[in-house]
């Protein structure tokens, strides 16, 4: 129970804060790295030392995390630029002794800690909380989105004109991308709790639809193009998930599991989002989605050319914003923060070289759901967080949603959450 409190006081706070660097995020990193390396191997030394089939797995996947922690340590330690106090500009050292580098090390450091934290969140999820108390860690998570839904409905301005927050966040793209991540899985969590409900009892199952037909709202009032789509098309694939499940059993519970939620998503989207769809769709066909789509073509071409100049090692984790500048297309103006490509930019900054790594680690972490894959093809959480891990990469492709580490350390609880439940149905099997 004390990793569950500790992982939802984590990820409420980290949405509030709206997922931004702040200049305290850095000890805020710390202090969660370390509290959360101390209480996962407190909950995990008892059941490595009683049994030795999970000890080989858990090896080979802290090498692969040791070893991708460690290529974006050496980046850091091997600064090949420095950024000077009374400028802007990168300066270039007289020489760099060894490789992988990193254009602003300070930059490249706070990307370790984002990507430790995460790692160490994850972990957490994965082997310190039980299969008992994951109903109790995703209803805290349900009961936040329904709060920061509101917020940001009712904290969204009426004038339709500039980049307007939503809620605690200031990105509308990064706020869709949240709430598309909890939208499937709290629908999930729903269904699950309407199966095991007593036919003639009341139950939260309903409210807790309620809650992601709010988050659709939300989403669709944000003004953000790609996330509203992305949500709706989330929305369509855990309903096919639904109504297959309800053809098998052709149980009447599980039809109204399929057309309650459908019925309350849109009957809020059409109270709440007509007027900012209106506008999304209008914007579809006029000048702005030609501004869009330039702006993200000419990023793209520009972080190709990093990525052309740097291919083996890049130009340092967190460091896009810095040396963006110099590849920078002349027609594209203004200052870019991201590439408005998560993968594009995980390349550009971190080289084929770490992607590899990166690759590796997140595989054999996530190995007990590949091992348990088909015991987990009828369980509703792994479909909920399949459907929303999908929607993040499509979403990824055409923003930023993971550079903030809100929505990188939800998605690592979850996938944790996910592979208990392999764990211990493999344990179950066996």
Same mark, same amino acid.
Request: charged letters at 10%; hydrophobic letters at 55%.
């Given at each position: 129970?004390?990793?569950?409190?500790?992982?939802?006081?984590?990820?409420?706070?980290?949405?509030?804060?709206?997922?931004?660097?702040?200049?305290?995020?850095?000890?805020?990193?710390?202090?969660?790295?370390?509290?959360?390396?101390?209480?996962?191997?407190?909950?995990?030394?008892? $059941?490595?030392?009683?049994?030795?089939?999970?000890?080989?797995?858990?090896?080979?996947?802290?090498?692969?995390?040791?070893?991708?922690?460690?290529?974006?340590?050496?980046?850091?330690?091997?600064?090949?630029?420095?950024?000077? $106090?009374?400028?802007?500009?990168?300066?270039?050292?007289?020489?760099?002794?060894?490789?992988?580098?990193?254009?602003?090390?300070?930059?490249?450091?706070?990307?370790?800690?984002?990507?430790?934290?995460?790692?160490?969140?994850?972990?957490?999820?994965?082997?310190?909380?039980?299969?008992?108390?994951?109903?109790?860690?995703?209803?805290?998570?349900? @009961?936040? +989105?329904?709060?920061?839904?509101?917020?940001?409905?009712?904290?969204?301005?009426?004038?339709?004109?500039?980049?307007?927050?939503?809620?605690?966040?200031?990105?509308?793209?990064?706020?869709?991308?949240?709430?598309?991540?909890?939208?499937?899985?709290?629908?999930?969590?729903?269904?699950?709790?309407?199966?095991?409900?007593?036919?003639?009892?009341?139950?939260?199952?309903?409210?807790?639809?309620?809650?992601? /037909?709010?988050?659709?709202?939300?989403?669709?009032?944000?003004?953000?193009?790609?996330?509203?789509?992305? !949500?709706?098309?989330?929305?369509?694939?855990?309903?096919?998930?639904? +109504?297959?499940?309800?053809?098998?059993?052709?149980?009447?519970?599980? @039809?109204?599991?399929?057309?309650?939620?459908?019925?309350? $998503?849109?009957?809020?989207?059409?109270?709440?989002?007509?007027?900012?769809?209106?506008?999304?769709?209008?914007?579809?066909?006029?000048?702005?989605?030609?501004?869009?789509?330039?702006?993200?073509?000419?990023?793209?071409?520009?972080?190709?050319?990093?990525?052309?100049?740097?291919?083996?090692?890049?130009?340092? +984790?967190?460091?896009? @914003?810095?040396?963006?500048?110099?590849?920078?297309?002349?027609?594209?103006?203004?200052?870019?923060?991201?590439?408005?490509?998560?993968?594009?930019?995980?390349?550009?900054?971190?080289?084929?070289? !770490?992607?590899?790594?990166?690759?590796?680690?997140?595989?054999?972490?996530?190995?007990?759901?590949?091992?348990?894959?088909?015991?987990?093809?009828?369980?509703?959480? /792994?479909?909920?967080?399949?459907?929303?891990?999908?929607?993040?990469?499509?979403?990824?492709?055409?923003?930023?949603?993971?550079?903030?580490?809100?929505?990188?350390?939800?998605?690592?609880?979850?996938?944790?959450?996910?592979?208990?439940?392999?764990?211990? +149905? @493999?344990?179950?099997?066996?």
């Amino acid at each position: 129970m004390t990793a569950v409190v500790f992982i939802a006081c984590l990820l409420v706070a980290a949405a509030w804060t709206g997922g931004g660097r702040q200049p305290w995020a850095n000890v805020v990193l710390v202090v969660v790295i370390s509290a959360g390396v101390a209480l996962a191997w407190r909950r995990r030394a008892g $059941a490595l030392a009683a049994s030795s089939r999970h000890v080989r797995p858990l090896r080979v996947a802290l090498l692969a995390l040791a070893a991708f922690l460690c290529y974006v340590a050496v980046q850091a330690l091997n600064p090949s630029h420095t950024l000077p $106090a009374s400028g802007d500009h990168l300066q270039a050292l007289p020489h760099v002794a060894w490789l992988p580098h990193s254009v602003n090390a300070a930059d490249t450091w706070t990307s370790w800690l984002t990507y430790a934290a995460t790692a160490v969140v994850f972990w957490l999820a994965a082997h310190g909380v039980s299969s008992r108390h994951q109903t109790r860690l995703l209803l805290i998570l349900a @009961a936040n +989105a329904f709060l920061l839904s509101l917020t940001a409905m009712l904290l969204r301005p009426v004038v339709d004109s500039g980049r307007l927050p939503m809620g605690p966040f200031a990105n509308e793209n990064n706020y869709a991308a949240y709430a598309n991540v909890l939208t499937p899985v709290v629908l999930a969590c729903g269904a699950e709790i309407h199966a095991r409900a007593e036919p003639r009892q009341g139950h939260p199952a309903y409210l807790i639809y309620f809650i992601a /037909a709010c988050l659709l709202a939300s989403v669709a009032m944000s003004h953000s193009r790609a996330g509203f789509v992305i !949500g709706v098309l989330q929305m369509m694939a855990w309903l096919a998930l639904e +109504a297959r499940r309800a053809m098998v059993t052709r149980a009447t519970r599980a @039809a109204r599991a399929v057309l309650v939620p459908a019925s309350l $998503a849109l009957l809020l989207v059409l109270l709440l989002g007509t007027r900012a769809l209106s506008g999304q769709i209008r914007s579809l066909a006029g000048e702005q989605r030609r501004i869009a789509v330039d702006t993200r073509l000419l990023a793209w071409q520009g972080t190709c050319q990093m990525v052309r100049a740097h291919p083996a090692f890049g130009v340092g +984790a967190g460091t896009f @914003a810095r040396a963006f500048p110099y590849y920078q297309p002349e027609r594209l103006s203004g200052y870019f923060r991201y590439a408005h490509n998560d993968w594009l930019q995980a390349l550009a900054e971190l080289g084929v070289v !770490g992607c590899g790594l990166l690759a590796l680690a997140l595989a054999t972490l996530t190995a007990p759901i590949w091992r348990g894959w088909e015991r987990l093809r009828h369980d509703r959480l /792994a479909g909920g967080v399949t459907i929303a891990v999908a929607g993040l990469a499509l979403h990824a492709v055409l923003d930023f949603p993971l550079q903030g580490p809100v929505i990188g350390s939800l998605v690592a609880v979850l996938v944790g959450l996910v592979c208990r439940r392999a764990e211990d +149905a @493999a344990s179950v099997a066996a």
